[in-house]
């Protein structure tokens, strides 16, 4: 069996990106409440399967974190930004003129246009070349797994604040760090970005990636 780099990290992509936050999610559930028995999975299989279907809840609901990525690069980071929506723009233009259009898919600025356009680029560097894939891949998984820690982080912080006494410190400690996982997750997630279109236009264009 030949081993292809597209399949090693799609395997990383489902790992860090659902089974990962679905097992730190009932890790923290697990330690909040230590003295309640029900809580308490003994089996691991129990464990790896209940964590692999809530990091999928997980993953579903922080995609809709994907649409306040641009309005934080631009606060954070301007000159990123123009060179982000600028490369989208040389992909946009070079799919065009290899399909023999040269009519706009719609609006630039539009989020779902953006996402389509991400999407047909992906789809192309997967088809074209499976290292450029796999690296692709690699960034993915890292800004899935940031992603989703945002919403564990905050959702065991209320929880945390629902123990008496104690919840207010792990609460706080949870928030900042999901606070920083944040703006790990904006980083990852437009370099990932970047490298699609880079690397598409690079393969539209006949060079390799």
Known sequence: MSFKPGDFYLGVVSFLGVLLPGAVFLFLLLFSYPADPRLRLQDWRVF???????????????????????????????????????????????????????????????????????????????????????????????????????????LNAIIALRRPNDGWPAATIEIVVSAFAYVCFVRMYNWARYLVFDYAIMLLKGKPA
Request: proline share 1%; no cysteine.
């Open 48 to 154: 790896a399967a209940a964590a692999y279907i809530v990091g999928h809840l997980f993953l579903a609901v922080a995609e809709r974190l994907n649409s306040t990525a641009d309005r934080v690069t631009r606060l954070l980071g301007r000159h990123f930004y123009d060179a982000l929506f600028n490369v989208e723009g040389d992909f946009a233009s070079a799919h065009r003129a290899s399909m023999g259009s040269e009519k706009s898919a719609g609006d630039a600025h539009d989020p779902q246009v953006r996402a389509f356009r991400f999407h047909t680029a992906l789809s192309y560097v997967r088809l074209r070349s499976a290292e450029a894939a796999a690296e692709v891949d690699h960034h993915m998984a890292d800004y899935k797994l940031l992603r989703s820690l945002v919403l564990v982080l905050l």
